[in-house]
């Protein structure tokens, strides 16, 4: 059984940073692409980085540019959201989403499948 959690969110001012983490477990046979989305009460989920594990190109959302970045660590198995110089406008719940393949019981490969994390709350105060 494959399981996303995402930790690492709280309550800061304008222009502070936090530091999100993402943990993918579960019986793997490749990932093929990381994720970070986000929602704001009322708003749609919007897609605000993804990364691709094998050669680390990651893309961002215009209005995090130049300020979050996305990271892997050596395990595979996590990635990081540093978001510096938030604004009030960052504030949503921020869900990590992981494109991955694993294996069926009898050792099988699935199809590519999405998992999400249940979502970690960013809140800024201005």
């Known amino acids: 059984q494959v399981q996303v959690v995402e930790s690492g969110g709280g309550l800061v001012q304008a222009g502070g940073s936090l530091r999100l983490s993402c943990t993918v477990s579960g019986n793997i046979y490749s990932i093929n692409l990381w994720s970070w989305y986000r929602q704001a009460p009322g708003m749609q989920r919007e897609l605000v980085t993804s990364?691709?594990?094998?050669?680390?190109?990651?893309n961002y959302m215009d209005s995090v540019k130049g300020r979050f970045t996305i990271s892997k660590d050596n395990s595979g198995k996590m990635v990081h959201l540093q978001m510096n110089n938030l604004k009030p406008e960052d504030t949503a719940v921020y869900y990590c989403?992981?494109?991955?393949?694993?294996?069926?019981?009898?050792?099988?490969?699935?199809?590519?499948?999405?998992?999400w994390g249940q979502g970690t709350q960013v809140t800024v105060s201005s």
């Open positions: 990364m691709t594990p094998g050669d680390n190109r990651a």
């Open positions: 989403d992981v494109a991955l393949k694993a294996y069926f019981n009898d050792g099988r490969i699935m199809p590519l499948t999405d998992y």
